[in-house]
């Protein structure tokens, strides 16, 4: 992930995958929720807020793509 000021790179955690569709559209919608949550987030992506907000999607569509179909995970999973 990259902002004008920062550049962080991600590794995706291990997981047994079953299909990886949704596995994008998981990722972007779990991204957007957190910077739309706080407004705050947007203005002050630090590579520590960066690497935070990357990683909260990451875990979203991790959890995707362990399931059959563009299954995309509720929010109580994402607070697990």
């Known amino acids: ?4 000021t920062a550049r962080v790179a991600l590794d995706a955690p291990f997981v047994l995958v ?8 998981t990722f972007m ?3 957007l929720n957190v910077v739309t949550r706080d407004d705050s ?11 935070s907000v990357g990683e909260a999607a990451t875990r979203a569509a991790a959890i ?3 399931r059959e179909g563009a299954d995309l995970p509720w929010a109580d999973e994402l607070l697990a």
């Open 1 to 4: 992930l990259a902002t004008p």
């Open 18 to 25: 079953a299909d990886t569709i949704g596995a994008g559209d």
């Open 29 to 31: 919608a779990a991204l």
């Open 41 to 51: 987030v947007l203005r002050n992506l630090s590579s520590e807020g960066l690497r």
């Open 64 to 66: 995707t793509v362990q």
